[in-house]
């Protein structure tokens, strides 16, 4: 097969739409990551999982103040009676929805961290992502906080990966990028027989490195096809239970540690929380479309040295608008469970009625959780990573 062939080929079943040649170097197969082995990796060192929520998801109905007479005056048709959270304790309790979350809880496995954001917070998807990924709410600059310590720590690409359709900027770096791996539901085209692929992953003259991984990826999306096949009829997941796309990117996680890479980060992500109308009942939906795999995950990480982090961009504005939605707001909770990580409710609660412009007003900087995990999980210095941001929360 000529390389213009095998060229269009890849382009026609989405291959180099999704980013495979396009991010050059950083794309990479299963096969890569499974084969990753570094006998200098640190003794006990541990392994980092972040989720990326995707479009702002509502804090106040995730983390639900229902004893604040403020939280119920301004939301109506949108709050939780005390009936119906999952408690906390007397004054706060998680969304229905949330319910293998609320048993880490118990189980003192989840932290929550509330009113995290950051000075001058900015409603704009895009801006505010940008703030978070790179960790430089004064101006975003061109690097990723993950990716800056990826250039600390020698900048092979493996040991920071992503499922994602494409590399996240939070594992850009200067001098280096993370991985990305074809993730996510593999439908392959019908003419992809066991020849095609053979001729497909095959090296051919003229061709760039980046083009010939793209290649080998396409070919390696054949093991991810058939591991999701097992991993759908494990007893862990119910039969009659489409996997959600988290569901698939926390299995392609589990197979990597569980078969000892030595990757560092994975970054993992759920979309659709930019919920301005009808948003209880479709935030509560997405709410278990990422409570089910987490726990399960984290029930099956419990004596690994794995630590998650979930966050999203932002929180949504106290008031409900007019369409029983929210809009874009500010201050949020965050999540950290697994590995030295006890759990408990962190920080300060931020007042409903004391707001800016009608937004929460954040008790905890981002980048406090930020210096946490580069120190205790990354055994990185924060401060070459952070600008030298002085804070830090203690989790242990």
């Known amino acids: 097969m000529d390389t213009i062939t095998r060229r269009r080929f890849l382009t026609a079943s989405g291959v180099v739409a999704g980013g495979a040649i396009a991010l050059g170097g950083t794309a990479y197969g299963l096969r890569d990551i ?19 929520l995707y479009g702002g998801n509502d804090g106040l109905n995730t983390v639900i103040p229902y004893a604040d007479p403020a939280y119920a005056a301004n939301r109506p048709g949108l709050t939780y009676d005390p009936g119906q959270v999952l408690r906390l304790d007397d004054a706060f309790g998680l969304n229905p929805g949330l319910a293998g979350l609320h048993r880490l809880y118990g189980e ?10 950051y000075p001058k917070p900015d409603r704009s998807h895009f801006r505010s992502m940008d703030i978070w990924q790179t960790a430089q ?11 800056r310590w990826l250039d600390g720590v020698g900048g092979d690409p493996r040991l920071a990966v992503s499922f994602e359709p494409v590399l996240p900027p939070l ?6 990028a993370g991985a990305t791996v074809p993730g996510g539901a ?5 003419i992809a027989t066991p020849e095609v692929l053979t001729a497909l992953s095959a090296s051919a003259p003229g061709e760039s490195p980046a083009q010939a991984r793209a290649a080998a990826c396409f070919a390696d999306l054949v093991r991810v096809r058939d591991l999701m096949a097992d991993v759908d009829a494990s007893p862990e997941d119910s039969a009659d239970t489409a996997a959600p796309p988290l569901d698939t990117q926390l299995a392609l996680v589990t197979r990597c540690i569980e078969a000892g890479a030595a990757t560092r980060v994975y970054s993992v992500s759920l979309g659709g929380f930019d919920l301005h109308a009808d948003e209880k009942e479709a935030q509560e939906a997405l709410l278990a479309k990422l409570d089910r795999p987490l726990a399960a995950f984290a029930d099956r990480m419990r ?17 409900a608008n007019a369409s029983d939605g929210t809009d874009h707001g500010t201050a949020s909770s965050m999540f950290l469970m697994g590995g030295g990580v006890t759990g408990g409710m962190y920080g300060d609660p931020p007042s409903l009625t004391d707001l800016d412009d009608g937004d929460l007003v954040h008790t905890v900087d981002f980048r406090d959780v930020y210096a946490s995990v580069l120190s205790d999980v990354l055994g990185a210095d924060p401060g070459t990573v952070l600008g030298d941001w002085p804070g830090r929360l203690d989790f242990s």
């Not at 003192?108 to 954001?117: D, E, N, Q, T």
């Open 303 to 319: 004596n690994r040295d794995v630590v998650t982090v979930v966050y999203s961009e932002f929180g949504r504005r106290v008031k």
């Open 108 to 117: 003192k496995r989840l932290a929550i961290v509330r009113g995290v954001g």
């Open 186 to 190: 593999v439908k392959l085209p019908r």
């Open 34 to 52: 499974l084969g990753f082995r570094d006998e200098e990796r640190p003794a006990g060192a541990k392994t980092l999982v972040l989720v990326t």
């Open 137 to 147: 709410p004064d101006r975003p600059g061109n690097t990723g906080w993950l990716g």
């Open 171 to 176: 594992l850009a770096g200067a001098t280096s």
